[in-house]
């Protein structure tokens, strides 16, 4: 826009203000000027003991703002030694929401509220000039005064990144900006450039950096000076906080000496999930270093042998001799046969020292079975295999290099470190081929994908050939190589060509013959040659079996074979010899068959060339290079070209028969035209693509990178879908989250990253300033915790994606992190031996003990140190030396037991010391201990008695080990093995052991449900736990002895066929949203249209399964008295691309939709008219939200206005209602024909398609018509003077006029205009001339009539030049010849309609008039100031437009304020009448005033929340009702007339529910209200004040009742405590802990003697919590009584969705209180009737929907039932009959019948509901 242009390199504010003059920017307090000695200049100094008291504000007006759109911030500043300071930003977020932004070295720790971000700023000189003290500043413990040592500093804030990490918003622009004592300061500017102030201009210049690159140096006027032989970073403090990618830009500027003289550091930061590519349309400059967004680790190898038809003699001799050493006469060795691959072996004798000798890890054929003895009966571990290898978490791990698409396209085969992976696209099913001991360096297919070769690396490389279809190993031989870089197979299969390296590092060309090999044949050499030439890639021609083609450093050469000699021709590079080529394509797609001269040869090279090479010829056609971006204008961008400049660097190419794709060093994916005239697609990844590959269908393209993804490109859907993520270095920890099925670990690439189990996404990571190496997750919360190498223990909210509590009392590295299984405790252990104990029931996790010396020092033990029993009451460790286990109090650490290991076996002549401890689950008498001789010993936890050992574990020392809840299972890992036993060591063969991870395990654990294994390691393998599905572990078997074939199948390696699960659910993060570009050769322009980019992102369509029907009067829902079956129905989520979001308007004026996450159930069944069981009465409440959605006719009497999806006509004489039902969604606007006898409104459509108008007879109450045009919302309705016309206009993102025939409502016509429209008029005196205002001007239209042809016309005017760059938000007429038009900056502008010129303006308010209202002389302002202005205009009539000029000192003498009102909220709608003496203004606070200028007074006529209504409750004689809302207000109301009687306001809280007491008496009634600190407060209505306030709570107060008799107050929390308060003096006399932990949801007390006779009691309590569990007691609260009558607990599967489960609630019946009615999340959607006598569920009634609320009715036998879909469903519950309403336009969150059960409340947002109750 034009009014960011301007704002292009840099804004100077000191100078854009004035600074020095004070006119625009305001001061207070000590603030002077000085000369600086070391910027050599004047600079200002701000001065005071309170920094409050003392600043310098821009602008000095609180009510302009500043308007600067850069992204980043630098202030140019010096703190003053000794004396703390203060920066405030007001930044303004797109959603117009101001936060403020604070700085100050005052400040302790970072502290977050929805409007203001305060971070702590580093005291002292910074050591790092580049992220410098970003890892301070959200450190706690900082608040110092600025030392002696500070220096000037440049401030540099990415403003965007800081309101979208810590805000979750966008950011629009910068207020303002407010300097506080004590600083000296420079300057202060923005930019969109991101500058490096150590940058001088020359050094740029020399490096290439240009501001179209985002970056480059400090502007002169901005810079400090640095004399000649210094530098930069030794004078002076560089603070940047900011995105991880802007810091990857500074690190690609550095210098080398400061780069090689400091250590980058980190900022502790919290994002959601990355799974996102990013597809643009510009190159942008080549990173030279990777985003410090770590990736996907290395995968684990599975370390195996071959089977013995395989292996040449020297493995089979290895085989047979690690066989016969380990293998007793009549003990077997038993390879299974299933598809899990293990190896397990036994000795003969089982003493009761278990396991010597008891392995080898090795890996036989998985079909191979040798005979066992006749005589034994063997008692071994079922079943077998125990384990199945289901998924893998990895790609790459010795190269990222290698992935291949299928002939079919359906699946991608990629290596994941000795394991080579092909997965299906469409499921994310994984096949594995194991059989390499070591990395896979290169692997490759054939043409029709029947054979698979894969390489590994080492020094002795190994060659397999696979069956791809079975997975079988059809032949492995060896080259005596050091490693192998290339593999390709012909088309045909028949010849294979590896290159690698010789031991005198030689490139050495090998050529094999496999042809024979799919028929049991031997692989033969058919060539070897040994070179000195450099080859990266080689590659088999397609059409010819004997050809191929390398390239590499220096070299683009072709190979033939030919009698048995490989040799090569150079192609002559000419001047292009000495670059560096990465690889080679020929063009696919032509028939083998055709001739080589035909053939195409495409290389790309490291300097970012493209060589077409003709391959009969041996020459180079053309040579091209990739460029970085050119600089850009006005959001337009040239196209790619090649031509010289530095390029960027080709790591892949692959060519189809219709394109060319490449993947660079930039991150680039690009797709070309063979022509490579410009890029017609590409898609952005966050590091550089390593590998491309274009399916052979042409329709997919395979993208890998370095930094560890693998995903492809749909070429027709333009959708990008990510394969496959993981850890980039070894994962060093992990935790699992039980109910949400989340898996966090921790790595030593520096991130935490957290895992859908199921689906594998990753959902979120974590960025800590140091190396996390412990997780742990809490029990029940989505919170985890996690230790860093460097003592810090951090706790996250992943729902908030916050930190919540940063502990830094540890000294070293955090060995040990785990929660108690209630969640009340934490405890952290680290390498210095400190142990420390934590509240984690307070949401900042405060630190309850710390004891030093506890733990045995060092990081061996890591990361499960410590170890907690089952039932919470003890916790275990190793120390306080290492051969001391201790036993401890898990609440207070009290040590309560010591076990010395070292003295256990007196036989050994070493010291046995204690490595890892473990819990039985099942039992806390059990506690098992690993130890350094390879021991796992059984210790009484009462006694400290050894109670049994088994000795050799693992060859290795045991890494960790787990028992399962059912105590028959432990499970350990050794090295690289994983073993499962048998917990109580009775069996012969007593455990099965897994190989596949190819470095030490650091973890492994059982899921906790018990059905799967966790490894962890280099990578994640994620086994699935079979030993559940077996009854019994013993199995007694008679084995005869089988003879083993040498053809039985031995001749390959099993492939896995653990399949994952089919019904993966959803991960919980929303998808990746992804940007395209499309640049198309031919022209697609629309006509006068400039070339434009679309910018699409990824939108999930979720189809919503319908039931039922319509059509019948009465319908019915399912009841049943038995349990049924779960029908279980499962959501499919698809991905649709639509254009580019275009930006609103920075004006309030403008409607926007308020969001919501609800979409209506189109297959409600709503009943005929006249037998619906309630009939809506009364709408409470006004949609402030709207714009103009209010109308009044004063003449005809018609009062009309809009409350969500519905229009109320109200009659003020009566006060009775009228409600017009047509719309689904949130009304926009409003507009009323001049006879009174037509209404218009118009909302979107419920499909998010057209918006939908309709028309509506004012008379009947009945629609007329229904018309729809408008792409987006509409923003304006007008009829014209005659109500001949009927004017729409589309808003922001569809800006069209529209002309209808008031008639017919047919389109006459439709103009499109170049930016959006605010409002629109009709003249009136001249139905044929309208205007209309927006943000590129105004624009006066004629209508033109031919008979039945309409000419719709206009002519766009800017804004005059005297009121700045604004945007025109209102107008209205005066008369014939002059029109009022209003600014987004507070001015009026008078227009000369005939000569369309402005001749007056002047400055009628101090912030954005919206609505502009003139009757006679007078005119109406309203503003978001909340300011209502009438001005007299008699003297505007005598003035003479052609001949004065406009100018703002004539409106002195024209225009007068007679007189002003300020209102609650922005003025979004007015109507007054002919003399403008009364009228009507609607404000956003959701209030309709009636405004009467003669009386100056305002009356409110209707009242409404303006946020969302949390609850809603009757008094007992149901004269009154009460409401509460998010904005914290109380509000009580009388019936029937629904008007407002009180209101009760608390600030800065939320009011979450409200009760009234019992009393019966009017006066000593009262209302309770819980908040969302943790308050209760009571009002008293007679005096309309607040009786009392307590603090029951440190959390929100969620659910609050009065008890039946009154005597006390019972209040749930969000943290699961219910309280018992004393209503008399405020004292807690109770509080419930059983629901502890999960949010209490509801809370019901009545007044009935307990059913259950060995109770007493005279009142039942019911307590419902979130995590479906019911509580019910017997109570007597005068007694002190209050027990347990029963407790319910409801199953449910575990819940996938994106947002939070259905809540969980519960209520009596009140025609018979024995009866519980419950619904929440479960199995099947249902409402449940519970007995309290027969303890069992009775009925069940089926619903379409979960609940989100439910009210049971005192007769007729009714429930209401709300739901997300909008609908109310109105069900008699004895016979299951139902009518569904469907008059909201949001989620329907309450509902609630009066006492009597004649009257129902429903609410959805703010929208309040009175329903008349007649029923089934």
Same mark, same amino acid.
């Given at each position: ?858 990081? +061996?033990?890591?990361?499960?140190? #410590?170890? !907690? &029993?089952? $039932?919470? /009451?003890? @916790?275990?460790?190793? *120390? ?74 693992? +060859?290795?020392?045991?890494?960790? #080990?787990? !028992? &399962?809840? $059912?105590? /028959?299972? @432990?499970?350990?890992? *050794? ?842």
């Amino acid at each position: 826009m034009a009014s960011k242009e301007w704002q292009h390199p840099y804004v100077n504010i000191f100078k854009h203000v004035k600074v020095d003059e004070w006119k625009k920017s305001g001061k207070q307090g000590d603030v002077s000027t000085y000369m600086d000695k070391t910027l050599k200049c004047s600079v200002f100094r701000i001065r005071g003991s309170v920094p409050a008291n003392s600043f310098i504000l821009v602008p000095k007006n609180s009510n302009h703002s500043l308007g600067l759109t850069g992204r980043y911030f630098y202030l140019l500043f010096r703190p003053i030694p000794g004396r703390f300071f203060v920066v405030h930003l007001d930044v303004v977020a797109e959603e117009r929401r101001v936060v403020r932004i604070s700085f100050s070295n005052m400040f302790k720790e970072f502290k977050s509220t929805s409007t203001w971000l305060q971070f702590p700023f580093p005291s002292g000189a910074v050591k790092d000039p580049v992220h410098g003290s970003t890892c301070k500043l959200a450190r706690p413990g900082l608040m110092e005064s600025a030392p002696t040592s500070v220096r000037w500093t440049c401030l540099t804030l990415d403003l965007q990144h800081i309101l979208s990490v810590y805000s979750s918003r966008s950011f629009s622009h910068l207020k303002a900006i407010k300097l506080c004592a004590n600083m000296a300061v420079k300057n202060m500017f923005t930019s969109d450039l991101l500058l490096n102030p150590e940058l001088s201009f020359s050094e740029a210049k020399q490096r290439g950096l240009a501001s179209s690159q985002g970056t480059g140096p400090m502007p002169r006027e901005m810079s400090f000076p640095v004399p000649k032989g210094s530098a930069w970073h030794k004078l002076y403090d560089h603070v940047i906080f900011s995105s991880d990618e802007t810091k990857s830009h500074f690190s690609s500027t550095e210098r080398s000496s400061v780069c090689s003289s400091r250590r980058s550091q980190r900022s502790s930061t919290v994002r959601g999930s990355p799974d996102q590519v990013t597809l643009s349309q510009s190159i942008q400059l080549p990173r030279t270093e990777t985003p410090s967004v770590n990736n996907l680790p290395e995968v684990g190898v599975v370390s195996t042998h071959q089977s013995e038809d395989c292996l040449d003699n020297d493995c089979q001799e290895q085989m047979s001799s690690s066989i016969s050493s380990h293998q007793p006469t009549s003990g077997p060795i038993h390879f299974s046969e299933d598809s899990g691959v293990h190896v397990f072996v036994h000795t003969k004798d089982n003493c009761s020292k278990d396991g010597e000798n008891s392995e080898e890890e090795f890996v036989c054929s998985s079909s191979l079975q040798l005979s066992e003895s006749k005589e034994t009966k063997q008692q071994k571990l079922l079943p077998d295999p125990i384990l199945k290898l289901n998924r893998i978490i990895g790609f790459g791990g010795a190269t990222t290099k290698h992935a291949l698409w299928t002939k079919s396209g359906d699946a991608v085969v990629y290596p994941c470190h000795a394991i080579v992976v092909s997965m299906k696209i469409s499921t994310k099913e994984q096949r594995f081929f194991i059989g390499h001991t070591d990395k896979v360096s290169a692997i490759a297919l054939n043409g029709n994908t029947t054979l698979l070769a894969s390489a590994q690396t080492g020094q002795h490389s190994v060659v397999r050939v696979w069956n791809y279809q079975k997975g079988n190993c059809l032949a492995m031989f060896r080259i005596h190589a050091n490693s192998l870089s290339s593999l390709s197979l012909s088309h045909s299969g028949s010849v294979l060509c590896g290159v690698g390296k010789d031991k005198q590092n030689k490139t050495m060309v090998v050529v094999w013959n496999t042809q024979n090999v799919t028929k049991g044949g031997e692989v033969t050499t058919v060539a070897k040659a040994h070179t000195e030439v450099d080859i990266h890639t080689m590659k088999i021609a397609f059409f010819d079996d004997t050809r191929m083609v390398s390239c590499g450093r220096d070299n683009i050469r072709l190979w033939r074979v030919r009698n048995g000699t490989l040799r090569s021709c150079p192609v002559n590079l000419g001047e292009y010899h000495s670059l560096d080529f990465t690889d080679v394509a020929f063009e696919e797609g032509n028939t083998s068959a055709a001739h080589p001269e035909d053939q195409t040869l495409f290389a790309s090279s490291r300097s970012g060339h493209i060589f077409e090479i003709d391959y009969s010829r041996v020459v180079v056609r053309n040579v091209r290079r990739l460029l970085p971006a050119q600089q850009q204008h006005l959001d337009r961008r040239e196209k790619w070209t090649f031509s010289t400049g530095p390029g960027i660097a080709i790591n892949s190419i692959s060519v189809s028969s219709s394109f060319c794709a490449t993947g660079s060093e930039d991150g680039f994916l690009r797709l070309w035209p063979l022509d490579f005239s410009a890029v017609f697609l590409e898609a952005e990844h966050e590091g550089p693509v390593s590998l491309v590959s274009v399916s052979s269908d042409s329709l997919q393209v395979l993208a890998a990178t370095s930094t560890g993804n693998i995903g492809f490109l749909d070429v027709t859907s333009r959708d990008y879908n990510t394969l496959m993520r993981s850890h980039t270095d070894t994962v060093l920890g992990f935790s699992v989250d039980g109910i949400r099925r989340h898996l966090t670990t921790a790595s030593a690439d520096g991130t935490v990253r957290i895992w859908n189990i199921d689906s594998l996404h990753q959902l979120f990571d974590f960025v800590p300033e140091d190396c996390p190496c412990s997780v742990a997750f809490h029990p029940s919360e989505q919170i985890f915790s996690c230790g860093s190498s460097s003592g810090v223990v951090r706790v996250f909210d992943i729902s908030m994606a916050t930190l919540l509590a940063e502990h830094t009392q540890h000294r070293g590295e955090i060995v040990g992190l785990v929660f108690s299984p209630s969640g009340e405790f934490m405890y952290s252990a680290d390498s210095e031996g400190s142990l420390t104990l934590y509240d984690s029931s307070e949401e900042d996790h405060s630190v309850i003990r710390v004891v030093c010396n506890a733990v045995a020092r060092g990081i +061996k033990r890591a990361p499960d140190a #410590l170890t !907690v &029993s089952s $039932d919470g /009451r003890c @916790l275990a460790f190793v *120390g306080p030396s290492e051969y001391i286990v201790t036993i401890a109090d898990a609440s207070c650490l009290d040590e309560l037991l010591h076990v010395d290991v070292s003295i256990l076996d007196v036989e050994s002549p070493h010291l046995d010391s204690a490595l890892k401890v473990c819990f039985s689950p099942a039992s806390a008498e059990h506690l098992l201990v690993a130890t350094s001789a390879n021991k796992i010993l059984w210790v009484s936890t009462k006694t400290g008695r050894l109670l049994r050992e088994i000795t050799n574990v693992h +060859k290795h020392q045991c890494a960790s #080990l787990a !028992v &399962s809840e $059912d105590n /028959r299972f @432990l499970l350990t890992a *050794g090295h690289n093995a994983v073993k499962v036993w048998d917990y109580n060591m009775q069996l012969h063969i007593n455990s099965q052991m897994f190989i596949g991870h190819s470095r030490p395990i650091c973890q492994v654990n059982f899921t906790p449900d018990q059905l799967g294994v966790i490894s962890v390691g280099d990578a994640i393998f994620i086994w699935d736990f079979l030993g559940h599905s077996v009854h019994s572990v013993i199995e007694n078997r008679s084995h005869s002895p089988t003879p083993v074939s040498a053809k039985a199948h031995v001749d390959g390696v099993h492939l896995c066929n653990g399949m994952p699960r089919k019904k993966a659910p959803f991960p919980s993060s929303p998808p990746p949203k992804l940007d395209f570009s499309i640049i198309d050769q031919a022209d697609q322009r629309t006509p006068g249209s400039s070339s434009f980019c679309n910018d699409t992102e990824v939108n999930a369509t979720v189809p919503v399964q319908h039931g039922g029907s319509g059509s019948s009067s009465a319908s019915f829902l399912k009841v049943t008295e038995l349990h049924t079956t779960p029908a279980l129905c499962s959501s499919h989520i698809e991905y649709n691309f639509q254009g580019r979001s275009p930006v609103r308007p920075d004006c309030y004026k403008h409607f926007i939709p308020r969001f919501k996450n609800s979409t209506l159930d189109l297959t409600a069944v709503t009943p005929p008219p006249g037998e619906e069981g309630i009939r809506l009465k009364t709408v409470i409440g006004y949609n402030g939200n709207g714009r103009g959605n209010m109308v009044w006719s004063p003449d005809q009497g018609l009062f009309a206005y809009s409350c969500g999806c519905m229009v109320v006509v109200e009659f003020l004489d009566s006060g009775c209602q009228r409600h017009l039902q047509g719309h689904s969604e949130e009304i926009s606007c409003l507009a009323i024909s001049n006879d009174a006898k037509t209404l218009a409104s118009a909302a979107a459509s419920s499909n998010g398609t057209q918006s939908i108008i309709c028309i509506w007879d004012v008379q009947s109450g009945t629609r007329r018509k229904e018309i729809s045009h408008h792409g987006g919302m509409v923003q304006s309705l007008a009829f014209s003077r005659d109500d001949r016309f009927f004017l729409s206009v589309g808003d922001f993102s569809d800006p069209k006029v529209s002309l209808w025939s008031s008639n017919t409502f047919q389109l006459l016509s439709s103009v499109s205009v170049s930016g959006p429209i605010h409002d629109a008029a009709f003249s009136p005196s001249s139905a044929s001339q309208l205007a209309c205002v927006g943000s590129h001007g105004l624009y006066f239209f004629h209508i033109h009539t031919h008979g039945l042809d309409v000419d719709f016309k206009g002519q766009k005017v800017k804004a005059p030049e005297e009121v700045g760059d604004v945007e025109l938000t209102a107008l209205c007429y005066h008369m014939d010849s002059i029109l009022f038009t209003a600014t987004n900056q507070g001015h009026v502008c008078v227009w000369d309609i005939n000569t369309q010129r402005c001749f007056m303006t002047w400055e009628a308010d101090e912030g954005e008039i919206g609505v502009l209202s003139c009757r006679g002389n007078y005119l109406l302002t309203g503003s978001n100031t909340r300011w209502l202005r009438l001005w007299e205009m008699e003297a505007v009539q005598r003035f003479q437009p052609e001949v004065k000029d406009c100018n703002l000192r004539d409106s002195v003498d024209t225009v007068t304020l007679e007189q002003e009102l300020m209102l609650d909220g922005t003025v979004v709608s007015a109507a007054f009448d002919n003399t403008m003496d009364m009228g009507i203004v609607g404000t956003t606070a959701g209030t309709l005033w009636y405004i009467s200028w003669s009386d100056n007074k305002s009356i409110r006529l209707v009242s409404g929340h303006k946020t969302k209504v949390n609850d809603v409750v009757f008094s007992s004689d149901e004269t009154q009702f009460a409401t509460c809302s998010e904005d914290g207000s109380v509000r009580v109301w009388s019936v029937p007339s629904n008007e407002l009687v009180v209101q009760f306001q608390v600030l800065n809280q939320a009011c979450g529910c409200v009760c009234w007491s019992q009393s019966s008496s009017k006066d000593t009634s009262c209302v309770a209200a819980g908040y969302s600190d943790g308050t209760l407060r009571t009002f008293n209505l007679s005096s309309t004040e607040m009786e009392m306030k307590l603090q029951p709570h440190q959390v929100a107060i969620t659910a609050i009742q009065y008890s039946a008799n009154g005597h006390v107050i019972l209040s749930g929390a969000k943290n699961g405590l219910v309280a018992v308060s004393s209503p008399v003096n405020g004292m807690t006399i109770r509080v419930i802990k059983d629901h502890k932990g999960a949010q209490i949801t509801t809370i019901q007390s009545v007044n009935t003697e307990c059913p259950s006779p060995g109770l007493g009691g005279n009142e039942m309590l019911l307590t419902s919590s979130a995590d479906r569990r019911v509580s019910v007691w017997a109570v007597d609260w005068l007694k002190e009584k209050c027990d347990l009558l029963d407790w319910l607990t409801f199953p449910a599967p575990i819940y996938n969705g994106d947002d939070s489960p259905p809540p969980s609630l519960a209520a009596f019946c009140p025609a018979d209180p024995s009866l519980l009615v419950y619904t929440g999340y479960g199995v099947e959607k249902e409402l449940s009737f519970y007995s309290l006598t027969q303890k069992q569920i009775i009925k069940k009634i089926a619903l379409p929907h979960w609940a989100s609320c439910f009210s049971l009715a005192s007769k007729n036998q009714l429930i209401a039932v709300g739901s997300k879909e909008r609908v109310v469903k109105l069900i008699r519950w004895s016979s299951g009959r139902f009518q569904d309403f469907v008059q909201h336009s949001d989620s329907v969150q309450t509902c609630q019948f009066s006492p009597s059960g004649s009257l129902l409340f429903t609410v959805a947002h703010n929208e309040i509901l009175l329903w008349d109750v007649r029923g089934l």
